[in-house]
């Protein structure tokens, strides 16, 4: 067994304020989706807005820390052992196999997760925020773009990609707890510290 | 008739009492008002030789007024309030009191002496006849009086009684003439109450017509009305509606339903503060979610959450069809509803009113095009539109405005199938109000208006809508975000326009949803089946 440190301090920070973020944004956005009543509008509206700013400040620091660290690269995909991890939790889990991905500080994410998280990163997020950029913006789009595109479009994309990104946060926070204990895959989420198997 | 009159006695007598005590409160004259202990006028009239008298009637004082003021009287005939005619330059009507037909007491012509009781000038008995040309026939009085005490008498076509006059008739309560003199020699700039004493009656009686206007504006709380109350900025009716030689501006048949020019500089705009934006500008709010949405909203449609707020109700549905049933012995009928508004009068029909009402919206360009005597009906598609709305989300040039929309029963002649004029006031053999028959009543009409009538009769429903643009509440009584952005919104059916938190698609949220479900199943089955083989592997 070795103990490495698998989540800086800021990868952390961004992990879980990301995490609160979200939270927000998804209760607020669909209460203003009107899936609920248990806020004034205004109110979710004003938080929903607050906290989206926040996030795209918190994504620019995020991206300068991926590029400069040259993190970027743990989402590389590969298809190299993800039919073996998705059989692991399909399957391995079950019987007590033991899970076929051996991670390292450079390598951290098994190909399940690179795929995952780069779908999070390059297709949920980006959606949701030109979207929802497009959208607080709306009264202020260039006479050619609003020739083009409909409020109501942005809005239903806007919406898609929320659904979206709710399903992620789901499977997300269940398979969180799929490590050898409940809490063996958070806990060094939030100390930064892991013991691995000494290969 | 006479419980009729008693109730409208009530309200006269109330309504003048209630002047002569505020009058010099909250005359909402703030165009003379002291500012800040100085009285901003150049003359006292009470000084001038000419306004002394004596005077015996009312046009005297008028011919006192002229002889300073040497334009005033032509300029009056140049106006609305004098002509009752206007040329609508988008629909190409003749409108105006004199042309059309209102879903309240139906056309002024044959009623005259009552209905041109309002009329801004003396002796307008005959409406086939312009009005009275003399000089000295432009009433000064019922704007620029300041005591209260000048009232145009209901009967007598414009002018103030001046005998003791029994009003209502029946009643047995005397009216005394009016003292000239004194009235004359306080002459000053409208108020409130000067404009009101007819707008604020409509329809025949306080709050009827508008919804918006109604005597509780002549001393408003703040929560009524922001800037006429004394509490707030205790705006007198021309300090929006600017005057520019006696024409005054904000007109109901072409209104200016989206106010590009903003703020009103002198010399660069249109002279008229009669809109939002001429004092508001174009960016009103500190929030900038808020100004976005000033391009599809007017500023009345959050600001005036509900209509006849100040404890008088407004008619909100007529229906002149059950009108003429006597009791067993010949006598009218008044039956009063559970506010002891009027719900049945014989003269009248079926009342019903309304207080704290929620406003209808719909989209609106400003211009409102009349169903006129002799426009063809759609008596096949009933209710018929007394008055339509222009306006569409697409034209970039409306907006979404709050409406009172008045709804009753009017008659139609069946044959030429046309809205009819009805003679309903006067002490003849033929008026509806004094025999109700409408076979009486209707021929009358036609015969004295000349207009055409085959002699059959029915009734048809009929809409009428009234823009909303008075009361208006304080900020935060203005109508919450999620009184729209939600399922059951207040502009719930209007198209044009997406709502979030109404608005959105129902397949999206269902796909959406189930995924968002099928992903808690998989979740919960999954984890059910790792609780029970970890059970088994401890085993």
Redesign the interface.
Request: charged share 20%.
């Given at each position: 067994m070795s103990r490495v440190l698998m989540f800086k301090r800021f990868e952390r920070f961004w992990h879980w304020t990301q995490a609160l973020l979200i939270f927000v944004l998804l209760f607020t956005g669909f209460a203003i989706h009107g899936s609920y009543d248990v806020m004034r509008f205004s109110t979710a509206v004003q938080v929903h807005t607050m906290a989206a700013w926040a996030l795209i400040v918190l994504w620019i620091f995020a991206i300068f820390w991926h590029f400069t660290t040259g993190e970027w690269r743990q989402y590389i995909p590969t298809r190299d052992g993800l039919f073996a991890v998705m059989h692991y939790y399909l399957v391995g889990t079950f019987t007590g196999a033991a899970h076929p991905y051996k991670k390292t500080s450079r390598a951290k994410h098994n190909p399940l997760q690179r795929l995952a998280y780069l779908f999070f990163k390059l297709i949920i997020s980006p959606i949701i925020w030109a979207s929802g950029l497009l959208y607080l913006f709306y009264n202020d789009w260039p006479a050619t773009l609003a020739g083009a595109l409909q409020l109501e479009t942005v809005a239903l994309v806007h919406t898609g990609a929320a659904f979206a990104m709710l399903v992620f946060v789901i499977a997300h926070v269940y398979m969180a707890t799929m490590g050898k204990t409940l809490t063996s895959y958070i806990k060094p989420m939030i100390t930064g510290y892991e013991d691995l198997d000494s290969h | 008739m006479n419980n009729k009159r008693a109730l409208r006695m009530l309200f006269s007598l109330k309504w003048l009492v209630l002047v002569a005590s505020l009058v010099f409160a909250a005359n909402g004259s703030a165009s003379i008002a002291p500012v800040n202990g100085k009285s901003t006028t150049t003359a006292d009239h009470s000084k001038f030789k000419a306004l002394q008298g004596p005077f015996d009637r009312a046009e005297d004082v008028t011919a006192a007024c002229l002889t300073c003021h040497t334009e005033a009287g032509e300029q009056i005939r140049q106006t609305t309030h004098w002509t009752w005619l206007y040329e609508h330059d988008e629909t190409g009507q003749t409108l105006g009191k004199t042309k059309v037909i209102n879903s309240f007491c139906g056309m002024t012509i044959t009623n005259e002496p009552r209905c041109t009781s309002c009329h801004v000038g003396y002796g307008w008995n005959d409406m086939r006849e312009p009005p009275p040309q003399a000089e000295n026939a432009v009433d000064c009085l019922v704007c620029h009086d300041t005591t209260g005490e000048y009232w145009k008498f209901p009967t007598l076509a414009g002018h103030p009684t001046y005998i003791p006059r029994e009003w209502p008739k029946g009643s047995g309560k005397m009216v005394q003439p009016p003292d000239l003199e004194r009235i004359a020699r306080n002459v000053g700039a409208s108020g409130r109450a000067n404009c009101g004493s007819c707008h604020f009656h409509g329809g025949g009686a306080d709050g009827v017509k508008h919804g918006d206007l109604d005597t509780s504006l002549i001393n408003p709380p703040k929560s009524l009305d922001v800037h006429m109350s004394p509490e707030g900025l205790n705006f007198g009716c021309s300090d929006c509606h600017t005057t520019m030689g006696h024409a005054v501006s904000g007109s109901r048949y072409q209104a200016n339903a989206r106010d590009t020019l903003g703020i009103d500089v002198p010399g660069h705009t249109d002279f008229s503060r009669a809109s939002c934006e001429s004092c508001h500008g174009l960016a009103p709010h500190d929030k900038p979610?808020l100004?976005?949405h000033v391009?599809k909203l007017a500023c009345q449609t959050c600001h005036i959450p509900a209509f006849a707020r100040g404890g008088v109700p407004t008619k909100t549905w007529w229906d002149w069809s059950t009108a003429g049933r006597l009791d067993e012995n010949g006598q009218p009928i008044k039956q009063l509803d559970d506010h002891g508004h009027p719900s049945y009068l014989s003269e009248k029909g079926d009342f019903r009113h309304g207080e704290n009402v929620v406003p209808e919206y719909a989209w609106f360009d400003g211009t409102v095009k009349y169903t006129l005597a002799g426009d063809p009906l759609d008596i096949e598609n009933p209710p018929v539109a007394i008055n339509r709305l222009e306006g569409s989300p697409d034209n970039g040039e409306s907006r979404i405005w709050p409406f009172k929309v008045m709804r009753g029963k009017q008659p139609f002649d069946t044959e030429g199938q046309t809205l009819l004029a009805t003679h309903v006031f006067g002490a003849d053999d033929t008026s509806l109000w004094s025999n109700f028959s409408w076979e009486k009543a209707l021929q009358a009409a036609s015969d004295l208006s000349g207009m055409p009538y085959s002699g059959e009769f029915s009734f048809i429903e009929t809409t009428m809508h009234w823009p909303i643009t008075h009361m208006v509440a304080p900020a935060e009584q203005a109508v919450?975000?999620?009184s729209c952005?939600?399922?059951e919104s207040r502009l719930a059916g209007l198209g044009g326009i997406?709502m979030?938190?109404?608005?959105?698609?129902v397949w999206?949220?269902r796909?959406?949803?189930l995924?968002?479900a099928a992903?808690?199943f998989g979740?919960l089955v999954?984890?059910m089946?790792?609780v029970v083989?970890s059970g088994r592997?401890d085993q």
């Amino acid at each position: 067994m070795s103990r490495v440190l698998m989540f800086k301090r800021f990868e952390r920070f961004w992990h879980w304020t990301q995490a609160l973020l979200i939270f927000v944004l998804l209760f607020t956005g669909f209460a203003i989706h009107g899936s609920y009543d248990v806020m004034r509008f205004s109110t979710a509206v004003q938080v929903h807005t607050m906290a989206a700013w926040a996030l795209i400040v918190l994504w620019i620091f995020a991206i300068f820390w991926h590029f400069t660290t040259g993190e970027w690269r743990q989402y590389i995909p590969t298809r190299d052992g993800l039919f073996a991890v998705m059989h692991y939790y399909l399957v391995g889990t079950f019987t007590g196999a033991a899970h076929p991905y051996k991670k390292t500080s450079r390598a951290k994410h098994n190909p399940l997760q690179r795929l995952a998280y780069l779908f999070f990163k390059l297709i949920i997020s980006p959606i949701i925020w030109a979207s929802g950029l497009l959208y607080l913006f709306y009264n202020d789009w260039p006479a050619t773009l609003a020739g083009a595109l409909q409020l109501e479009t942005v809005a239903l994309v806007h919406t898609g990609a929320a659904f979206a990104m709710l399903v992620f946060v789901i499977a997300h926070v269940y398979m969180a707890t799929m490590g050898k204990t409940l809490t063996s895959y958070i806990k060094p989420m939030i100390t930064g510290y892991e013991d691995l198997d000494s290969h | 008739m006479n419980n009729k009159r008693a109730l409208r006695m009530l309200f006269s007598l109330k309504w003048l009492v209630l002047v002569a005590s505020l009058v010099f409160a909250a005359n909402g004259s703030a165009s003379i008002a002291p500012v800040n202990g100085k009285s901003t006028t150049t003359a006292d009239h009470s000084k001038f030789k000419a306004l002394q008298g004596p005077f015996d009637r009312a046009e005297d004082v008028t011919a006192a007024c002229l002889t300073c003021h040497t334009e005033a009287g032509e300029q009056i005939r140049q106006t609305t309030h004098w002509t009752w005619l206007y040329e609508h330059d988008e629909t190409g009507q003749t409108l105006g009191k004199t042309k059309v037909i209102n879903s309240f007491c139906g056309m002024t012509i044959t009623n005259e002496p009552r209905c041109t009781s309002c009329h801004v000038g003396y002796g307008w008995n005959d409406m086939r006849e312009p009005p009275p040309q003399a000089e000295n026939a432009v009433d000064c009085l019922v704007c620029h009086d300041t005591t209260g005490e000048y009232w145009k008498f209901p009967t007598l076509a414009g002018h103030p009684t001046y005998i003791p006059r029994e009003w209502p008739k029946g009643s047995g309560k005397m009216v005394q003439p009016p003292d000239l003199e004194r009235i004359a020699r306080n002459v000053g700039a409208s108020g409130r109450a000067n404009c009101g004493s007819c707008h604020f009656h409509g329809g025949g009686a306080d709050g009827v017509k508008h919804g918006d206007l109604d005597t509780s504006l002549i001393n408003p709380p703040k929560s009524l009305d922001v800037h006429m109350s004394p509490e707030g900025l205790n705006f007198g009716c021309s300090d929006c509606h600017t005057t520019m030689g006696h024409a005054v501006s904000g007109s109901r048949y072409q209104a200016n339903a989206r106010d590009t020019l903003g703020i009103d500089v002198p010399g660069h705009t249109d002279f008229s503060r009669a809109s939002c934006e001429s004092c508001h500008g174009l960016a009103p709010h500190d929030k900038p979610k808020l100004n976005d949405h000033v391009d599809k909203l007017a500023c009345q449609t959050c600001h005036i959450p509900a209509f006849a707020r100040g404890g008088v109700p407004t008619k909100t549905w007529w229906d002149w069809s059950t009108a003429g049933r006597l009791d067993e012995n010949g006598q009218p009928i008044k039956q009063l509803d559970d506010h002891g508004h009027p719900s049945y009068l014989s003269e009248k029909g079926d009342f019903r009113h309304g207080e704290n009402v929620v406003p209808e919206y719909a989209w609106f360009d400003g211009t409102v095009k009349y169903t006129l005597a002799g426009d063809p009906l759609d008596i096949e598609n009933p209710p018929v539109a007394i008055n339509r709305l222009e306006g569409s989300p697409d034209n970039g040039e409306s907006r979404i405005w709050p409406f009172k929309v008045m709804r009753g029963k009017q008659p139609f002649d069946t044959e030429g199938q046309t809205l009819l004029a009805t003679h309903v006031f006067g002490a003849d053999d033929t008026s509806l109000w004094s025999n109700f028959s409408w076979e009486k009543a209707l021929q009358a009409a036609s015969d004295l208006s000349g207009m055409p009538y085959s002699g059959e009769f029915s009734f048809i429903e009929t809409t009428m809508h009234w823009p909303i643009t008075h009361m208006v509440a304080p900020a935060e009584q203005a109508v919450k975000c999620g009184s729209c952005h939600k399922a059951e919104s207040r502009l719930a059916g209007l198209g044009g326009i997406y709502m979030p938190g109404h608005n959105g698609s129902v397949w999206l949220d269902r796909i959406g949803w189930l995924l968002v479900a099928a992903t808690l199943f998989g979740v919960l089955v999954h984890a059910m089946a790792r609780v029970v083989f970890s059970g088994r592997k401890d085993q």
